[in-house]
């Protein structure tokens, strides 16, 4: 089993950037790939990026390519978003997810998730 924690977010201007963290401890070995996607006020939850863990490689939803960045450090068992040139359509709680298929866009595809992170972009 896999816990995981969420932190960085925060309330920034538009135009602002914010990294996002997400430590994991536990059954850490075992990791497929690691992703995040976030959950707007009356939205539904939606994919944002996945990092495949041992080769690095990236996907991206097109809503945020070019402006947010997924990052990880195997020796802190951590994932990182960095978001920059944020506006306040990117406000939303913050999820990071462990992802066990091959389907990176696919909400059913990650098993572990945790308890998310708020960030507020204001106008």
């Known amino acids: 089993q896999v816990q995981l924690v969420e932190s960085g977010g925060g309330l920034v201007q538009a135009g602002g950037s914010l990294r996002l963290s997400c430590a994991a401890s536990g059954r850490t070995f075992t990791t497929y790939a690691m992703g995040w996607f976030r959950q707007a006020p009356g939205k539904e939850r939606e994919f944002v990026a996945s990092i495949c863990w041992s080769s690095g490689t990236t996907v991206y939803a097109d809503s945020v390519k070019g402006r947010f960045t997924i990052s990880r450090d195997k020796a802190k068992n951590t994932v990182y978003l960095q978001m920059i040139s944020l506006n306040p359509e990117d406000t939303a709680v913050y999820y990071c997810?462990?992802?066990?298929?091959?389907?990176?866009?696919?909400?059913?595809?990650?098993?572990?998730w945790g308890q998310g992170t708020q960030v507020t972009v204001s106008s």
């Open positions: 997810a462990v992802r066990t298929s091959y389907y990176p866009r696919r909400e059913d595809g990650y098993a572990t």
